[in-house]
């Protein structure tokens, strides 16, 4: 019998064991800005700002020596650069000791891993491994993908707080100690806890009830019954124009009235405000539980994961009754696809596609159906007061056929409401309703302020024995028999897809405000304004793709102006408030199209690269973008951006170009926009400014008169699956992007764009083979 306020927990080997006490906290000891990350305002990763704790119950997921997998319940403690795990809360059992400690080095590499299958159920996994030898790595797991991140956030804070201890001098020992590959495998030295400069932890979450409340992973046999700000908020300009057409059951049905004759089909969504967390809805809407399902969902009530890829996409069958929808009454099922990002905002992204699948092929009886393709957003809005209940807006979108559309606006009743894309619009007002009726749901991790029970102590933190250690799945001989332990006992048809709807260019648009393009704002004093400014002849450089005649020209680049994109304006502190971008600051001279067998680093030291032309020897300064494209072969995109003077030291760009690898992560910004192309694919990419340093792997090479950044989209599963999807549609696309760094203080703005490039319908095939 389970006592009251206890969950049965399914460990590794199929027993069940009963857990109770507080689970899924992560803590925080610093402000919390809106999307819940942490920030601060001291520099070089908080070294000067005081020391951050993160703690809070997580699962940790390995193999023992004999091949077995486990998955346990692990309290994680993170001070500092320090990690500590532990069987029990130490804030609770002061006397207990970690199972594992360690060091968290400036060369570990964190990795989001997203949605698996652990245990009869899903949860959200994180890997970390030191990018000096992969062999040490380990992997822990949450139960939604917001903690999931609060999770990365802190040890990539770890990460910061070594690398500015490293920076900050010391002796030799403890640098090569903090480098080296440390044998994990013999005794680990002890370590005396200190906790200087502690002054409170904020604590985010509720308890182990409730992480397996949320998780449907790893609880045996519980259902899911028991328990303005409006617009896009994108970071480029987009075309759209939507208008309110009808409201059914507090839900806002729109369609985008910009090009409504420009084809067959025309784009629709339904938007309403749920009184819930972004993560709950998230985990509503991707949980297939029959139960749950069944009291908001009429269409893909009856569901089965078939299959699931890189923890962001996986592939559903459903089976539906057809006689709430149509007069047909023979059974029908579909197979669709569906594919998750999580923006640095906290947006969520879901885009579901119709699909076939070798493991459901059509079957006698059933009358095999195409899903209608859509998109659904779930966008976190702010709070006016921690009292208030959390919401987030919820947007599905998808396109219809015009003519059943028009004739359903005109009528009160028409074939329309009979058909699966009225009931998927329907879904917004089902989902609304369901969580509004249980209050569970309405859980949001508040953040409580705790005072930490471990004394001050002036030393400032802790100091090891002997040796610093990196902490990873490892653990040393001493605690073979707990990991013995771990692991037993404790733990409409396809063409209509394809329609090329004409939408508004949006430098037309912007053109027809009869506004002068400004110079970049803030920009004034970032190049040396003592030197005379060199004359750039673009004819010199020539690239592997070319520079385009306009718009209609295909497989080229441009540069557009910068005022299609929305930047920090100098108030952007006090009011949040952005403006239109500028001209670029730097001129996109060449654009390099390489197909490459692997990812290729250091392009700008190849001998016949531009930068070591004799043309870009004389250039004051270049900035080499190279952006690696997995796919089947790999590509490289290079972009040259030069500067006709040379770039002042006391300049955010200055600071940037000679700053540390950690100082650019947290600075360099790209916004994309779709300007022409599949509705879906302008979706998946949006509009929303991201910090390439903290989303993939960026690498910096800083020489001469060039600085090259790397920067690996493969590294990352999310960014893995959304150009995937980009370049399915690659040659029909019309894309921009826009390249700055992002202000962070008050000197640093306002913002101003480094540099735009515009890609024509690139053809993949065009791409010329890179000479090693």
Known sequence: MTSPGSKKLVTSDGSEKKVSGNLGKVSFSGDLNDSGSSSHSSSGGGGEGGTFEYFGWVYHLGVNKIGHEYCNLRFLFIRGKYVEMYKRDPHENPDIKPI???????????????????????????????????????????ATAGEAVKWVEAFEEAKQQAEYALSRGGSTRTKLSMEANIDLEGHRPRVRRYAYGLKKLIRIGQGPETLLRQSSTLVNDVRGDGFYEGGDNGDAIEAHEWKCVRTINGVRIFEDVANFKAGRGVLVKAVAVVEASADTVFEVLLSIDKHQRYEWDAVTGDSEKIDSYEGHYDVIYCVYDPKYLSRWQSKRDFVFSRQWVRGQDGTYTILQFPAVHKKRPPKSGYRRTE???????????????????????????????????????????????????????????????????????KYETFATVVQSKFPDVPNGEYVDEEMEEQFYDATDSSSDEEDEEESDEDDEDQDNKEIKVKLKNVSWAIASLSLK?????????????????????????????????????????????????????KTYLKDNAKVMGG??????????????????????????????????????????????????????????????????????????????????????????????????????????????????????????????????????????????????????????????????EETDLPEYILGTVRLNRIELDSAVSFEE
């Not at 590499?109 to 030898?133: A, P, Q």
């Not at 010199?540 to 520079?547: A, C, P």
């Open 100 to 142: 594992r400690r360690g060091v968290i080095g400036p060369t570990m590499m964190i990795e989001e891993l997203g949605r698996r299958k652990v245990n009869r159920g899903d949860v959200y996994v994180i890997r970390f491994y030191n990018r000096l030898d992969e062999s040490r790595k380990g992997e822990i797991a949450c």
């Open 517 to 569: 393009r400004p110079k970049a704002p803030g920009a004034s004093n970032v190049l040396d304004a003592s030197v005379d400014p060199v004359s750039i002849d673009p004819s010199q450089f020539q690239g592997s793709l070319r520079k385009g005649n306009g718009d209609k020209d295909s497989n080229c680049w441009n540069s557009p102006s910068g005022m299609g994109f929305m930047i920090r304006g």
């Open 371 to 441: 899903i209608t393709p859509s998109t659904w957003e779930i966008r976190s809005l702010k709070k006016r007061s921690d009292a208030e209940t959390p919401s987030c807006l919820v947007t599905h979108m998808l396109e219809i056929h015009s003519k059943r559309w028009c004739k359903w606006k005109r009528t009160s009743y028409s074939k329309f409401e009979k058909t699966i894309p009225y009931a998927l619009l329907l879904q917004v007002a089902g989902l609304k309703e369901y969580i509004g009726a249980n209050p569970a749901f």
């Open 583 to 744: 001209e670029p600051l730097l001129t996109l001279v060449s654009v390099d199209w390489f197909k490459v067998d692997k990812a290729v680093d250091n392009i700008a030291l190849h001998p016949k690269c531009l930068v070591q032309s004799e043309p870009g020897k004389k250039l004051p300064f270049i900035l080499v973008i190279n952006l690696q494209v997995p796919a089947k072969p790999n590509y490289c995109l290079v972009l040259y951006y030069a500067a006709d003077r040379p770039v002042s030291k006391s300049s955010s760009l200055g600071k940037f170009v000679d700053g540390s690898d950690s100082y650019r992560d947290a600075r360099f910004k790209l916004i994309p926009s779709i300007v022409q192309g599949y509705w879906m694919v302008k979706r998946a990419v949006g509009t929303k400014a991201c910090l390439l340093g903290k989303a993939v792997t960026c690498k910096y090479l800083r020489q001469d008169n060039f600085l090259e950044i790397d920067v690996d989209i493969g590294s990352s599963a999310v960014a893995r699956s959304v150009i995937g999807l980009v370049l399915g549609y690659v040659t029909s696309l019309i894309v921009d992007l826009a390249i700055l760094i992002e202000g962070k």
